[in-house]
C-alpha cells in the first residue's frame, strides 16, 4: 500500500487546502492523473496518481487543511477496480440480508440508508463543495451524470428540475422559483483572500500616486496589419500589441533604472535584470506570471510566452516558479473594456503599467482634427522611490516607442 501525500510546498507557503478530489475510493486511475487540487496562498498544486492502481482510501476531505508532504490518501499500485456483477450483488445482499441479535434473539433485518445519506453517498466532494458555497441543493438540480448524477459543471450552472406540485397553463411540472431577494455567503478562497491582504497592505504601506497620457495606437495597428500573417508564418505564434508594450517597457526600464527598483526595508535594490509580469485573469482569480530577461526575448518569443501563461491561467497549471519575482509589472484592462483606471501596485515591485481599452476619438493633428485609435495608459508607482519626474519621462518613453515602433528596431 503505497501513500498519496501533498506536494512539498516553498517555504513561503505554510500550508493548504483541498478543493477538490478528482476521484473517489476504489476508482481506478492510471499514471500521472490528477487525484485531488490543493489550494494555497499563492497557486492551486495538484496532486497525481504515483502509478497505474486503484485508490483504497481518502484520508483528508475537501475544506481539510493540509502540510507539505503530508498524507492524504492511500493508494495501492497495480491494482484493478472490482466492477463485476457480484460486488454489485453484494451490496445488494447486505442491504437484505438479516443479521444476528448481539444476545442471541431474533436476527435484525439490516437498516436500510437514509434517503439522506444515500444522496450524501452519491454525491462527489466537488458537488458537495459546490453546494455549500452556492447554498443550492444537489437534489433540486438536474443531473447531467450517469443514472442521472449531479456533477460539478452542473453545480456551477445549475438547472433546477421540474416540480410535479408545480404546473403551468400546459399542465406540465416548471422549474421552482428561486426568488429574486436571494443571499448567499461562502467563504473567500486561501487565494482570494490573500491577493486581498497584499492589496490592502500596498494601498496603506506605500505612497502609491498614478499619472496618465494617451497613446496613438495607428502606428502599431497599421504595422500589425501589415504584418500579421507573415509573422504567425514565421513563428507559429499570433503578433498582439502585448509583445510590442512589453519590450517598450524594456527599454524604457533601461532608462529610468529606479522604475525597475525596488524597497527592502531601508535599502533600495536596482536590479540589473528585466522580468516583467503579465497580469492574466482566470476562474480563480488574477495571476501575474512572470517573463524573464524581457530584454533578451524577441517579440516572438514574448508573444509565446504570454500565450503559453494564458493556456496555464486557463487550465489551472501555473506553477509557483512562473509567477515568482518580477521587476515590473504590465496588467491589460482593455480586454475587458475598461477606458481609464488606477492599477495598485503588485509589491515589492516599486510601478506598474496599465494598458486600457482603444476607443477612435477626435484627436488635433497638425491643425486639423482626425479620428484616430487612442488608449489610455497609466503608471502607478510609489513616490517613496520614484520622482514625479522620472515617472511621467517613463510613461512619455513608452508612448513615443509604442507610437513609433522603428525607434525600437533603430535602438533611439
Known amino acids: 500500500m503505497a501513500e498519496i501525500k501533498a506536494p512539498v510546498f516553498p517555504e513561503s507557503v505554510a500550508d493548504g487546502t483541498i478543493v477538490e478530489w478528482h476521484v473517489s475510493e476504489g476508482d481506478q486511475v492510471n499514471r500521472d492523473d490528477v487525484l485531488a487540487e490543493i489550494e494555497t496562498d499563492k497557486v492551486v498544486l495538484e496532486v497525481v ?6 485508490v483504497t482510501k481518502i484520508v ?7 502540510l507539505s508532504d503530508e498524507v492524504i490518501g492511500e493508494f495501492e499500485a497495480g491494482a484493478t477496480a472490482s466492477t463485476d456483477a457480484p460486488a454489485a450483488a453484494k451490496e445488494d445482499s447486505a442491504e437484505a440480508a438479516p443479521t ?67 404546473k403551468s397553463d400546459s399542465g406540465r411540472p416548471v422549474a421552482e422559483s428561486v426568488g429574486e431577494r436571494t443571499e448567499k455567503r461562502v467563504p473567500m478562497t486561501r487565494l482570494r483572500k490573500r491577493v486581498a491582504e497584499r492589496l490592502l497592505s500596498v494601498t496603506q504601506e506605500t505612497a502609491m500616486l498614478t499619472t496618465f497620457n494617451e497613446v496613438n495606437m ?29 519590450k517598450a517597457a524594456t ?31 482566470s476562474d480563480r482569480g488574477l495571476f501575474v506570471p512572470v517573463l524573464r530577461d524581457t530584454d533578451r526575448m524577441s517579440m516572438a518569443d514574448v508573444e509565446g510566452g504570454i500565450r503559453e501563461f494564458a493556456g496555464k491561467a486557463r487550465d489551472g497549471k501555473l506553477s509557483l516558479d512562473d509567477m515568482t519575482g518580477g521587476t515590473f509589472t504590465i496588467t491589460n484592462g482593455g480586454v475587458f473594456g475598461s477606458l481609464m483606471s488606477t492599477p495598485i501596485l503588485n509589491a515589492p515591485q516599486t510601478a506598474i503599467l496599465g494598458m486600457h481599452a482603444i476607443n477612435e476619438r477626435p484627436m488635433a ?6 479620428i484616430l485609435p487612442m488608449m489610455y495608459l497609466a503608471l502607478s ?14 510613461l512619455v518613453t513608452i508612448k513615443e516607442l509604442v507610437e513609433d515602433p522603428t525607434l525600437l528596431l533603430l535602438d533611439l
Open 381 to 394: 508607482y510609489d513616490h517613496r522611490m520614484i520622482d514625479g519626474k522620472d515617472a511621467v519621462q517613463f
Open 60 to 66: 483528508k476531505q475537501v475544506d481539510d487543511v493540509v
Open 218 to 246: 495607428k502606428p502599431l495597428m497599421d504595422m500589425r496589419a501589415k504584418y500579421k500573417d507573415q509573422f504567425e508564418k514565421r513563428h507559429g505564434t499570433r503578433l498582439g500589441f502585448m509583445s510590442l508594450f512589453v
Open 365 to 370: 493633428v497638425n491643425g486639423e482634427v482626425v
Open 251 to 281: 527599454e524604457a526600464l533601461k532608462r529610468f533604472p529606479a522604475v525597475n527598483a525596488s524597497i527592502d526595508g531601508d535599502d533600495i535594490v536596482y536590479h540589473g535584470y528585466y522580468d516583467i509580469g503579465v497580469a492574466v485573469s
Open 100 to 166: 444476528q441479535a448481539a444476545d442471541g434473539g431474533e436476527p435484525k433485518q439490516a437498516a436500510a440508508p437514509s434517503d439522506s445519506e444515500q444522496d450524501h453517498k452519491d454525491q462527489s466532494p466537488a458537488v458537495r463543495k459546490a453546494a455549500k458555497e452556492s447554498g443550492v441543493d444537489p437534489k433540486a438540480v438536474e443531473g447531467s451524470g450517469r443514472d442521472g448524477r449531479v456533477t460539478k459543471s452542473d453545480m456551477a450552472s445549475p438547472k433546477l428540475k421540474a416540480d410535479p406540485s408545480i
Open 49 to 54: 496518481a504515483p502509478d497505474n492502481g486503484v
